[in-house]
Nanobody, 115 residues
Framework: QVQLVESGGGLVQPGGSLRLSCAAS????????MGWYRQAPGKQRDLIAA???????NYADSVKGRFTISRDNAKNTVSLQMNSLKPEDTAVYYC?????????WGQGTLVTVSS
């Protein structure tokens, strides 16, 4: 069973940066791709960035060139560096397995981009 704990969210001005972190317990982390998802108010939760075991990455068009996903397999962590943030990036951000049925969702971390 994977348990996921996200952190690092907060209030940031447009154009600013934040780094999100996710700590995952459970050995399943080490054998699956991981992803960051986000859910804006009134919208569905979408996968925005994913990284394979080997480090290959994939991004949604909305964040490509601004966000960078990384993982540390030894520490069971996955991170999301977010630069050039826009108001439309405001959402609750979650990490989870990518490209397969998700593990139980963590509480997420709220990112608010506003002046």
């Amino acid at each position: 069973q994977v348990q996921l704990v996200e952190s690092g969210g907060g209030l940031v001005q447009p154009g600013g940066s934040l780094r999100l972190s996710c700590a995952a317990s459970g050995s399943i982390f080490r054998i699956h791709a991981m992803g960051w998802y986000r859910q804006a108010p009134g919208k569905q939760r979408d996968l925005i960035a994913a990284i394979t075991i080997g480090g290959s990455t994939n991004y949604a068009d909305s964040v490509k060139g601004r966000f960078t996903i990384s993982r540390d397999n030894a520490k069971n962590t996955v991170s999301l560096q977010m630069n050039s943030l826009k108001p439309e990036d405001t959402a609750v951000y979650y990490c989870n397995l990518a490209y397969r049925s998700p593990a139980p969702w963590g509480q997420g971390t709220l990112v608010t981009v506003s002046s």
